[in-house]
T-cell receptor, first 116, second 113 residues
Framework: SAVISQKPSRDICQRGTSLTIQCQVDSQVTMMFWYRQQPGQSLTLIATANQGSEATYESGFVIDKFPISRPNLTFSTLTVSNMSPEDSSIYLC?????????????FGSGTRLTVV | GQQVMQIPQYQHVQEGEDFTTYCNSSTTLSNIQWYKQRPGGHPVFLIQLVKSGEVKKQKRLTFQFGEAKKNSSLHITATQTTDVGTYFCAGPNSGAGSYQLTFGKGTKLSVIP
């Protein structure tokens, strides 16, 4: 299965600033997914990042707040913009759904963000 | 939109006892997946079920997919402390060929040694 390197692993940020999270995959993948997981909660899909096209955002998430880049088939970034304490959460990237992984999804190790 | 409900939210068991978590979807699913997330970790894929009534086993874990493909369960026999974590079910979003997953709220398992 794919190996994902996600960074930073954690950060503490001031409100009003922005943080960019990076995910590097060790193989080429068509789609990458970005999730948010608030403490003790489930995973909520933020957006799907396709190489060569605009990301597709889920209801409640907008590009101005969570801009995504997908410059090639192995890399993506998610920026959390103009942060507020409500953005404190774990952010995870994910790839998968392929036959060679029994269609399971692989997650990065996550970025634990605290906004103060 | 699609909803995936999971119960119970928490389960505390004595080591050696069995554990079951249940997942129900508001719509018929083409497949269902199960993930385990250890404390402080990220979700790790366990298995995918596709066929109506399918049952799969992984050592002490037994996964079932309902006949109507709207519910699923994960049963752990004789829990061990290594089973501690949160177990999530996930189904693909509605729509042909959807690759996006909707996750249940998860069941957090605590095992008392």
């Amino acid at each position: 299965s794919a190996v994902i390197s996600q960074k930073p692993s954690r950060d503490i940020c001031q409100r009003g600033t922005s943080l960019t999270i990076q995910c590097q995959v060790d193989s080429q993948v068509t789609m990458m997914f970005w999730y948010r997981q608030q403490p003790g909660q489930s995973l909520t899909l933020i957006a799907t990042a396709n190489q060569g096209s605009e990301a597709t955002y889920e209801s409640g998430f907008v590009i101005d707040k969570f801009p995504i880049s997908r410059p090639n088939l192995t890399f993506s970034t998610l920026t959390v913009s103009n942060m507020s304490p409500e953005d404190s959460s774990i952010y995870l990237c994910s790839v998968g759904g392929r036959r060679d992984t029994n269609y399971g999804y692989t997650f990065g190790s996550g970025t634990r963000l605290t906004v103060v | 939109g699609q909803q995936v409900m999971q119960i119970p939210q928490y389960q505390h068991v004595q080591e050696g006892e069995d554990f079951t978590t249940y997942c129900n979807s508001s719509t018929t699913l083409s497949n269902i997946q199960w993930y385990k997330q250890r404390p402080g970790g990220h979700p790790v894929f366990l298995i995918q079920l596709v066929k109506s009534g399918e049952v799969k086993k992984q050592k002490r874990l037994t996964f079932q997919f309902g006949e109507a493909k709207k519910n699923s369960s994960l049963h752990i026999t004789a829990t061990q402390t290594t089973d501690v974590g949160t177990y999530f079910c996930a189904g693909p979003n509605s729509g042909a060929g959807s690759y996006q997953l909707t996750f249940g709220k998860g069941t957090k398992l605590s095992v008392i040694p």
